[in-house]
Each structure stands twice: as structure tokens, then as C-alpha cells.
């Protein structure tokens, strides 16, 4: 069965990736411990972190609240996982929706040329062109009122598909002329196949990085937004814990648990993600040859 | 005769971690490209070495100028250069260090296939030059200039390639400037890996023409590895011809061209399409050998058409069958 | 001997634009025509790196369009198929190709393009009866499906992998190959092999053959007629026999006295031909291609575009040979 086939290929490239390269291997395993955090462990709160006061407020660590409590009656602990699990999947929505339209009109692009290409380019390059952060800004201040978490991950993903489109389309340029394809044409395979069967499993992997870059771009993206306050602050994102401990001067007032707690959190995402793809990246460079 | 290089006995190869074992733990494997060799190169001669794509004639000649960057390792025999001015080097005994101040572009030249692995491509020709009459002479830039432009005019090469940068050159004309810089100071030994296997047939006359006349002038040693036995046949006065890491046949390239000895030797000569010559010629079968685990006894038994059971059990050692020929094969001496 | 021609090239040009908005042409392959009638030949086109041949090759495969001038096929066009015609081109008219560890990719079995061949072109969707019809041209040119299942391009041997290619294109029985350099990339001590199986397709199995290489030496060995390129333009064509000993074209001449062989060494130490200069300005001159260089150059030369001269059998594109019949193009 060629599902059941293909599964078993992507477990057993996982594997190696897996065992052949450290980096991989520490940025999969934080990755892994940040999944159960964020997206099991929250099941298990006895209270809902979005609530204020259920919890005695501004105490430090101790036995009973691990990572101390904040000025709204939260338990960090719980706020911290929570919120890792919403940034995660908002991180996961972006990557998933960017990384795949840009494969799609890189694809488009390379192959078919032309005007579609150069229109497709010009469209890529424009949103290149115009600074990131102010179109977010511009975007997300129109639809605050109703914005969501799968919102919030698709409105990154804006910004974020032009870069993989141009990526794509270069690679895609230069495996056209590889002799490999005219043998797959003159064994009677048509483009489409041609497309999927020769050309996708040279961009695969290098996809796979992105996805992971751009998982890293989308968490960062978001805490940069909450900043300025245009995350869902009512909701629990690592941003929205952000701004909050700097509104109530957290730092200031001693209450470093409740602003430090974010600021690793995002620290350890970054660097684990940087890590898987630096991590496939040698892997699929090493085996390559 | 004199003797201008003595290789005795050289062995060696690239010591790889294998790329196909996902543990940590790294298999290592040695590629024995280079197997007992033996070799006495004479002055005033060019000298070829012959062979197909990885019979280790390239690492043969790295080890011979000493160029031995990892993972290419010696691992026995040596070899000895002697100077015109009666000094004997021991190249294999000598630092990199030693190497590059003494011994490379002094008394010996590497001419490598491709020009850009000697040129620096932001670098103008002349101050290719310069550096070279810096580093070995210790004149200044100016002089340099002067110098490079009256060398220049000498080699026959066009005045305005001095102030050109190399990718402003064609490939044919980068061949000819690196050449010039590898015969500057005039050295003792040329070692040319496949010179002009990059370049056109006209462009490859004309290059190859340059280090024959080059080699006449000095009187030194030129050597010259090349997979196209036709080069060997216009340019060499003596050459040999590799196989899977060893020395096969060894003499002077008239012999070799009209009575070849060997069994390998004879089906690369009497394999070549000749202009005018529409005879049916055959080829080999079965491909050279994995050097990560060469053939038992002679590393040509498994293709040879005259194979006997002795062939596969020992390698057979290169030895004198004619005046100043040597073939290594268990037929010969008959 | 039918009056039908299996391949012509009539007046073919190709173009590239490059520089900023492509403003710069330069004609890769400028007014080429030749023919090949309707029965097993081969035909080399010679030529050094850049002279056009392999983008000539493209577009007789119908895999590059012309910029001008039309390619037949047994009559029709390739690059305007009718209906039905596409798959019968792809059966018809197949390729090898001069990197053997790029003829395959190298992320899939080698096999699966034996097979997609299978499928596609020989309607065989059936794996059983696919695996029986593949064994045949991998049994002849040494094989067997056994030997070739399950492995990577990269646990073959240059020359074995080269011989698969040849068997996945001799799959549906082509009447024309078209060879870039096949063996260029294969040891010396294999090259015959191949080019003796090139020599016998031809004899036994009625295959055409275009024989695309540098290599003057090989293509004497095996062609029956050969065409010289230079610069995209053919400067001489004739029997192998009558262009390589009779070098009428100048560039022929150097050519072949610049082919180092042993025999020849005297001479070979002796002659000093020009090197070919800086590409682009010697595609794009409106006189002789060649005139740059020549040592025979005259007036005329540099002034006008030679024409076609028919000389002995032999068709060359020099004002040296003035008065000679001029070669007119068929309709």
C-alpha cells in the first residue's frame, strides 16, 4: 500500500535524523517536553488561567505554587502551560498555512514561468517590501474585536509566505534542468507527476526547515505583537503573559518568577526549533552525499 | 641517467567515517588508493601516469608534492627530491610549513586541473606574480611588476592578462597563467594532474605545447596524469600506467604504445579510436574494483582474460621484464 | 532506400536573451538544417563545448522550442504535435544523456523509471507483466531485473548505470536516438563497449543514432556521416570518412591535427593553431563565425555569411571553396 509505505519511509528518515544528529536530537526532545506542557498538562488545571483571582496573589515559588503566583490571582505554572500551548498552536497554524502556500506558487513559478511567474513574483516581492510588523499591526487593529487564536495564526502567515515562494521558486529553476527530469518527460511521465515525483522529494526536506524556521518566526512574531497589546490578551499566549507582567511592572516589583517564566519559555522555544532545523538541515546535507 | 625524484615503497590513502551508519559511533574506512609504489623519476624527462578515474594516479601525485590534506593519509614509504643545486628532500618527512616556504613553487610545482584552485579570484594576474616574487626572491611590488611583465612576454602570453582579474579570462588562457606561475622560479619538478582535461582540444594543444617547451628549456622533470593515453603518447618520453592503487607497468611510451605488456595495458591501448582506423575494437568487462575493499592478489585478476589461480591468491611485484621496462603480472618474465 | 526522411532540421535557430530584460540575443544554434533519411544511420554532430550541440539536442527532442525554423519527425512537427502525436514521439524518438548519476534521481530507485516507461509508453499497468518486458533490453546490454531492483543510482558503476539508461531508451522500441555525449563520462576501458552496442543497434535493430560529442576520435569510429559545429553553425558535413580525412573546413582542419595520438606525435608537437576567443561576440557577428580565428582568412570573410558549398561529398560553409555548387534549402 503506497500510504503505508510512504509512512514508513518518513518513520524511518525520522529515525535516523533522530539517532545521526545531536542537535536534532536535544531540539525534538525540548520540543517534545514543550508539546506535553502545553497542550496535556493543561487539561489537568485545577483552575482556568484565564480567570483572575483564583489564586493568592504575588507569591513567590514555593512547594504549593512551583512557579509563584501573579498580581491577577494566577497560578504561573498553570498560565505558563496554557500559554505555551496556545502560542504553539497559533506558531503551528502560521507554519502550517505559509510554508505550504509558498511551496505551492514557488512550485507554480518555477514550472510554469513566464507571466504567472513574473506576476506571482511581483505579488511575493510586495509583501516583502512592506515592513512586517506595521502590516500586522495595521491588519490586527482592524479585526481586534472578533480575532481568535486560528486567526491570529493565519494573519501571521501574511507575512510570512513570500519568503519560502522565492525559495522555492529559485530551487525549483535550477531542478528543472537536471537530467534527471528530461529521463522522467521521456519516460512518457507528465508535469504533474514530474512535479511530485522528482522535483518534491529535493524540496522536501529543505520544507521541513522551513516549517520549523517559521513555527520559530510565528512565536516570536506573536510576542512582539503583545507587546503592543495586539495579541489576545484575554486568552493565555506567552505575548499576552508578557504584557501583562510589564503592565503591572513585574520586574519592578519584584516579581521576577511572573516575568522570567515567559521570557525562558520563549528562549528555550527558539532555541529548540533553531536547533531542530539547524539539527535537519546537517542531516539531510550529511546524507546527501 | 640522474634521478630527480625517488618514491620508494609509498602508501596511501583517505581515511573516511562512514556516511551510511546512523549511530554515533563512526565506522572508519580506508580507501587504499595508493599501493606500494615505487618509482625513480629521471631529469630532464616527461613522465606520465596513466589510469581511469579512480585508480589513484591523483593521489599518487599529492603524495608526491606532499599535498597531503586530510582525509588523505601516508601511511608508509617515501619520497626524495633531488634539488639541481645537489640538495636531497625528503618530502615525506617535511611539515607543511617547511613545504610551502621551501620546497612548493621552488623546487616544485602543482599544476591542478582546475586553474581556479591556484588562483585568487580577487586578485589581479599581476599580483599573482608579485606575491610569488615577494615570498621567494623578497623584491618589491614595483619590481615585481617589471619582472612579471618581461616573464610574461617570455612565455608567450598576451601583455594585457596582467591587469585582468582571473574570471576575466577564458578557461584555456587561466591554464596558461597558472602554469606561468608554477615555472616562475624555474623549479626541479612539475606535477601536472590532468592539465587540460577542462579545455577544448585546440586550447589543450596550446597548454600542453607550453609544458613541453617549458620542460625543455629548464631540463627538469615534468609529470604529467592524465586518463587520455593519446595526451601520453604526444607529450611523455617514459610513462606508467595505474590500477586500482598499483603500478602495473612501467617504460618508455614508444615501447608501451607499440608492444603494451600488460593485459590491462594492452585493452587501454588497443581500445583507442584511431582517426582513419574503422578496425572493431572491444573493451573490458566489469568496472575497477572498490578501493575500500580491492581484490585479493592481483587487483586486476577479476577482469583479466589470462587470470590463472596464482593471480588471485598473491599480487605479483613489479619487475624489470626488458631493458628499462617493468610490469607487474604473474606472466611475465614468461 | 524510401523517399521519406526520418528527421530533418529545417533553418533551425535558437535564441537566448540575457542582460537586463533580456535585451542582449545571442543565437545559440543560428540557420542549422541537415537531414536523415529513412534508414539506420548514424550522424554525429561535432563540436566543442559551447558550439550548440547539446542545445540542438534539446530541441530535436522537442524539449526546447525553436526560436526558428521547423523540425520533421517522419513529416511532422515536433513541436506542434497533433493529437496522438506526443506519445507517439515519446516512443518513437528516445535519449541518453552524457551523466549517467544524472540521468536518475538520485532520491529514487533507479528501477521506477523502468517501470513509469513501461506504463506510460507501453500501456503495460500490470507490474507483473511490466517486470518481464523490462528484462529484455536489461538482459541486452548485460543485466538482469534481478541485478537492477532495489538499489540507489549511486550503488552502480558509471557504466553500468550508463547501460541502464540505454536500456530504458531502447524500452519502446525508438527509430531514433538522440546520444549527448554517452560516453564521456564512462573509463576509457568501457567506452567501446557502449559505442559497439551503438553499432550494432544500428545494424540489427534499424536504429538512427545522433551521436552528439567533442570528441572527433569515437564519432570517426562509429558514424557514417558527421556535421561540425561551430558557434551554432554547421561549417561542414559529409560521410565520416570524407570530413575527418579531407578537412575541408579550416576548423575541421584544426580540429583534427590538434587530436593528440601517438602516431602523430611528430606533428602534433609542431602545429600551433588560435584558440577559439571570448564566447558572445563570435556568436553574434554577421560574417563568418570562424573568420576571427582562421588562418585562411580572406576579405570576403569578415563582409559576408559563407554559404553552402557542395565539394566532392562533402558539404562545406567557406568562401575558400567559391564556385563550387551552392547548397539551396528544400522546401
Redesign the interface.
Known sequence: MPVLDSFRKISRSF??AY??N?KFRLGFSIVLVMSILGLVLPYFSPQDPRSWYTVPKDKPPSFQYPLGTTTMGRNVFWELCASIGKSLTIALITALIASHVGLLIGLVAGIKGGTLDKLLMFLSDTFVILPQLVLLIVVITVVRAWITIPMLGAIISIVSWPWPARQVRSMVLSLRE???V????????NMPKVLL??LM??LLGWHLVNFANTILFSVGTEGSLAIFGLSLLDNNTLGAMLYWAINFYALYRGLWWWISAPVVTLVLIFVSFYLISVGLSEHLH??R? | MEVDLEAAALEGGYLLSSMHTPSPKRHEVYVDAVSDVSLKLRRNEVFGIAGESGCGKSTLIKMLYGYLEPPLVLRGGSVKLHTKEGEEVQITSLTRKQLQKDVWWNHASYVPQSSMNVLNPTMRIRDHFAEMFKMHAGIGRKEAYAEARKYVEQVGLPMDVLSAFPHQLSGGMRQRVVIAIALLLEPDLVLADEPSSALDVINQQIVLNLLREAQEALRNTLVIVSHDMGIHGVMTHRMTVMYAGKLIEIGRTGDIFEKPIHPYTQVLIESLPKLGDKKQRTGLGGHPPDLRSPPTGCRFHPRCPYAMPKCGKEPPEIQEVKSDRYVACWRYPE | MSGEFLLEVKDVSKIFGYGFLGRVKFPAVDHVSFSMEDEPKILTIAGESGCGKTTLSRIILGMLEPSGGVVLYKGRNVHAPKSGDKAWFSKQVQAIFQDPYDTFNPLKKTETYLYETARNLLRLKDYKEASKRIDEPLNFIGLSLDDVKNKYPNEFSGGELQRISIARALMPEPKLMVADEPVSMVDASLRMNILNMFKDLKEKGGISFVYITHDLATAYYISDEIAVMYRGVIVEMGPAEDVLIGKHHPYTKGLVEALPEYSKREEWLRKRAKPPGMEVKEFLTPYCKYSDICPNRMEKCVTERPPIYNVDKVKVACWLYDGYPVETLQE
Open positions: 529515525r535516523d539517532k545521526g545531536f537536471r537530467t534527471f528530461y529521463t522522467a518527460r521521456l519516460s512518457g511521465m515525483y522528482e522529494p529535493h550529511r546524507i552525499r
